[in-house]
């Protein structure tokens, strides 16, 4: 065990790795001050916990194992993620959970770092000349899309399709095929606006000043309320008025009890992982590595950007989490999934 994790240490990227370290134990901070009775901080713990050692498992495999492991890890969250169509379990009118006992597994937050690992090496085999390689990919892509709009969960949508643009981007597949695809996916939006209510809702909701924006203005609300300095770790009073203040409004939170200049300073580690991983690009020639790297740093970079924007009221509401800060078994669990492929595929002896 010893041998297993000197050797593990010598080879990830140590500050990215402190760094992520740093932004768990925010959120267990945060996840401290809003609850009295220590339910969900023991939960967090736990799954903050369990995060931590998948990624050190994932981070020490080569890239084939995490190829592997992603393929089998696709086809098992994309049956999970057919049958919640077959399930009764609902969430404010969305089928995106399935309930084991007392835990909820959201299959679709798997799905990102699994289907994005397998993209990059389907869109090398496709540089290759390999053509029937990228049918199969575009063919996965909208079928894993479609069956995520039907739960609804347009927001999950967005982000997967964001970020497999960006891997076609950097692949540089033909401009014909990548405008193709932003029409198809900006269609698909206008789509999900007329056909899925609570879309049209949320929008409709956003641009009219009339509208009840309970959520929004409590948010707004939180932040002038903490100011520079915030009024200190549990001393907020708006998070137990706020919906969901634990898991899509943490930022919130944040912004009333540490305020301003630590919601700058959260925010500016977050920056840092993304420029620091995209920087390691350049020593990289594999095409496979910069793919995957694209397409995974892009996903964290958006959910992120996507959740701190929405509580800001800058975009519609997306009842998005914020990795590794939010509560959430599956949106930790999966984050760890994804920070453990980077750091396998930026290990220093490449």
């Known amino acids: 065990m010893v041998k297993f994790f000197s050797k593990w240490w010598n080879e ?5 790795f402190i760094i992520i370290i740093a932004i768990i134990t925010i959120g267990l901070i945060l996840s401290y001050s809003i609850n009295k009775d220590f339910t969900f901080f023991n939960k967090h713990l736990l799954y903050s916990t369990s995060a931590i050692i998948l990624m050190i498992i994932i981070s020490s495999m080569d890239i084939k194992s995490l190829r592997r492991l992603s393929l089998v890890g ?3 969250f994309t049956i999970l993620l057919i049958s919640i169509l077959f399930l009764d379990y609902e969430i404010k009118g969305s089928k995106r959970w399935i309930k084991i006992s007392n835990i909820s597994i ?3 937050e798997f799905i990102k770092p699994f289907f994005l690992m397998l993209s990059a090496w389907f869109l090398c ?9 990228l049918n199969i990919l575009f063919f996965s ?3 894993l899309v479609g069956l995520i709009i039907l739960q609804p969960d347009f927001g999950m949508t967005f982000l997967l399709s964001a970020s497999f643009f960006c891997q076609l981007f950097i692949a540089g597949l033909s401009i014909l095929l990548v405008t193709v695809f932003f029409v198809m996916l900006l269609a698909l939006s ?3 606006y ?3 209510d609570h879309v049209n809702k949320r929008i409709n909701d956003f641009f009219d000043p009339s509208a009840d924006r309970y959520q929004i203005d409590l948010s707004l609300k939180a932040f002038k309320s903490g100011g520079f300095f915030g009024k200190g770790p549990g001393q907020g009073v708006l998070k137990e008025k706020i919906p969901d203040a634990n898991t899509d409004f943490i930022f919130a ?3 009333e009890e540490l305020g301003f200049i630590f919601c700058s300073f959260i925010i500016l580690l977050i920056l840092i992982l993304i420029i620091r991983f995209l920087l390691q690009l350049l020593k990289y020639k594999e095409p496979y590595v910069i793919i995957a790297i694209v397409g995974l740093i892009c996903s964290y970079g958006l959910q992120s950007l996507i959740n701190i924007f929405s509580t800001l009221g800058i975009i519609p509401t997306k009842g998005m989490t914020l990795p590794f800060i939010s509560y959430g078994g599956s949106s930790m669990i999966s984050s760890s999934i994804l920070f453990g492929f980077l750091l396998s595929l930026t290990k220093q002896k490449k």
Do not use: D, M, R
């Open 253 to 255: 939170v944040a912004g």
């Open 194 to 196: 007329y056909v899925f």
């Open 190 to 192: 206008v789509t999900s």
């Open 74 to 76: 696709l086809i098992i």
């Open 106 to 108: 959201q299959p679709s």
């Open 125 to 133: 085999k496709g540089i290759e000349g390999k053509k029937i390689y």
């Open 12 to 16: 990830i990227n140590k500050f990215n």
């Open 141 to 143: 892509f909208f079928v």
